[in-house]
């Protein structure tokens, strides 16, 4: 029987690759402004006058709307739109005509296509299959350049035809070519390998994963979890519920069911040690921080496993352990102020941020910072500077030195609209002649604001923003959820009387694993305060005489 080349098999040999990604080829990317012949003849038209040749250049404009205008910019225009509805049907009958017509196909009328045939669609599953290795077979044979977005659309198909073999090879030959990765780039092996059950496979993807700089979320780690338990690594188990703890912190349903699967597993009643040494799981626990101490499964027999909640002074309810206060390194706090300035400043007018960087230098530190429009908008429509005196008075009280919080509003809001008021313009006057409100100027987007001062201070932060967008997103650190539950105030709804305030919990809202070998892991629910939050507590019997041992010399100190 003949024996036919997979699909992507040319995408693997390196007869292909050389001619198509030398040094020389690099330097002839095709680009969607820079594709297309008829383009180039517009941009630049030579004509020939007595005494020289004089070049004629058109406008980014003229650009935009030649190319606009042109076949493959309509074609392009079509492509989004079904990308928009999922159509894969529509779109390939786009792509089938253009190329009757000869229409010139660049990189991104690829992609699109691409992205279109790998997305799930039960539907047309089979026939998005095989024109999408048709569609990637002959842009290679257009020798149009891929890149990152390329590569995680062929992997995508690679993981869709159930090969995620193939899909983690097109990871290596994009790193190969010099195109970095993204997680996106990764999820089609790790997932594959993960779904089919092949864990060692799962765990090279991740080291790779690693390696490149790239960090697992909670969707990764959660599949590595989950072939975790079910191939009984115990070890990895271990390390994967760490690496949540690290980054995630709170998990999801989904996640949640994993880690009660595994405690309630016989194999977990069969892991950990029945004996070990207390001294070396203090100083983990010191050394760490607090809430963990990374040494392994402690403890034997089966776990209890049970959902319940922790009160307000962080006393589980089901086991009766104290969940305790996590630290945050000083260190850490200086630098990501540091990290968090460089970026205000390639965001924000670099000279308006360094300004403010000056006076709070001058009238700093605070023991509160306050997002005065956050606060003020509490009601969603209108500004309400009684409502923010109210809590500016609140922070007051409760501040050791009874000193005003700093108000950050942005300009328009100190001068203008309801700022006009007299009572208003009493408070705004009073507020800076204590040094305590910064306006930021216009145009400013004033989170950075709030956000480095609160940082820089290492105070008290008020505001009800969940800090979840594209700018707290640039962060990029594990450092931030942390500093955020220590350092964030939460305000109760305002049917509560008077708005009151509920300050940080006095314990760290993070998976838990004590001195005495038991997990506390919380899920997410709401940032409602009046809404209980659930916790998984995993528990062996405490008849174990070293936790005793523990018990009873964490008592005396």
Known sequence: MARFAHPLSIFTQSHYWRPLLCCHYFKRTLTASTNFSSLTTLARRDQSQEGGTTTVKLSTKARR?????????????????????????????????????????????????????????????????????????????????????????????????????????LLKQMKNVAIVPKLRSY???????????????????????????????????????????????????????????????????????????WFNSEYAAKIGKEKWDVNKVREGIIQGGGGWHGQGWLGSGRWKMVETQVNEDGVCLSCGEKLVSIDIDPK????????????????EAKESFVHFQKWLERHGPFDAVVDGANVGLSNGHNFSFSRLNTVVEQLRQISPSKRFPLVILHASRVYGGPAQNPKNRRLIENWKKNGALYATPQ???????????????????????????????????????????????????????????????????????????????????????????????AARSKNNSLHSVWTSSSKSE
């Open 65 to 169: 709307k030649a190319f606009y205008e042109s076949p493959e910019g309509v074609l392009l225009r079509k492509l989004n739109q079904c990308s928009r509805e999922g159509d894969v049907v529509q779109a390939l009958c786009h792509y089938d005509e253009a190329r009757k017509l000869g229409v010139v196909l660049n990189l991104d009328h690829y992609n699109k296509l691409l992205y279109l045939c790998s997305i799930e669609n039960a539907d047309v599953a089979q026939m998005g299959l095989k024109r999408g290795f048709e569609i990637f077979q002959q842009m290679l044979n257009d020798r149009v350049q891929p890149n990152e977005a390329t590569f995680t659309n062929a992997a995508r198909l690679a993981a869709a035809k159930e090969d995620p073999d193939m899909a983690f090879e």
């Open 187 to 261: 999820e089609p092996a790790l997932f594959g390998f993960c779904k089919r059950g092949d864990a060692e496979k799962a765990y090279l993807v991740d080291a790779d994963m690693i390696e490149s700089g790239i960090v697992a979320e909670e969707p990764e780690l959660s599949a590595l979890l989950e072939v975790s338990v079910k191939t009984k690594k115990e070890d990895r188990v271990y390390e994967i519920l760490h690496r949540l703890r690290a980054t995630v912190r709170q998990v999801s349903e989904t996640t949640s069911r994993i880690v009660q699967d």
């Open 332 to 347: 850490e706090t200086e630098t990501f102020a540091a990290s968090l300035s460089k970026l205000a400043c390639q965001k």
């Open 443 to 537: 145009g400013s987007n004033d989170d950075w604001y709030w956000l480095y001062a609160a940082v820089s201070c290492k105070c008290l932060l008020l505001t009800d923003d969940e800090m979840r967008d594209h700018l707290f997103q640039l962060l990029g650190s594990s450092f931030f959820p942390r500093w955020k539950e220590k350092h964030q105030q939460v305000r109760a709804s305002t049917s509560t009387s008077g708005g009151s305030l509920i300050m940080p919990p006095c314990y760290s809202i993070v998976i838990q694993e004590s001195a005495n070998g038991s997990w506390h892991v919380p899920t997410i629910t709401s940032d409602d305060p009046e809404i209980p939050r659930k916790w998984l507590c």
